[in-house]
């Protein structure tokens, strides 16, 4: 059963625009904590942005913040990353996660139970 579907990405040039979506199911949208991952290759796993869907606060990673920006939409169960100001370093496999609220505190891998397929962002100079 598929619970998380992405889509957006591409390629971009760099100072660019790309907005990712994420559409849950009613179940796993519903109070969790909701995000991206990205992944470089050659690199670990990182998080980028969260949401905690009960009441929307939001968590962003120190390389992210004031270009990126997360926001829910309640009435279909869907979670967008708005990325502006695009740089080279941005371009990864970025990963919608799901899971359990204290995920939006840990960032740690196992607290997301439900992931997207991926989606390239590639940015160029």
């Known amino acids: 059963q598929v619970q998380l579907v992405e889509s957006g990405g591409g390629s971009v040039q760099a100072g660019g625009s790309l907005r990712l979506s994420c559409a849950a199911s009613?179940?796993?949208?519903?109070?969790?904590?909701m995000g991206w991952f990205r992944q470089a290759p050659g690199k670990e796993r990182e998080g980028v942005a969260f949401?905690?869907?009960?009441?929307?606060?939001?968590y962003y990673g120190d390389s992210v913040k004031g270009r990126f920006t997360i926001s829910q939409e309640n009435a279909k169960n869907t979670v967008y990353l708005q990325m502006n100001s695009l740089k080279p370093e941005d371009t990864a496999m970025y990963y919608c996660?799901?899971?359990?609220?204290?995920?939006?505190?840990?960032?740690?891998?196992?607290?997301?139970?439900?992931w997207g397929q991926g989606t390239q962002v590639t940015v160029s100079s």
């Open positions: 996660a799901a899971g359990q609220g204290r995920g939006c505190g840990s960032w740690r891998l196992i607290d997301f139970a439900y």
């Open positions: 009613e179940y796993t949208y519903s109070s969790k904590c």
């Open positions: 949401i905690y869907t009960g009441g929307g606060t939001t």
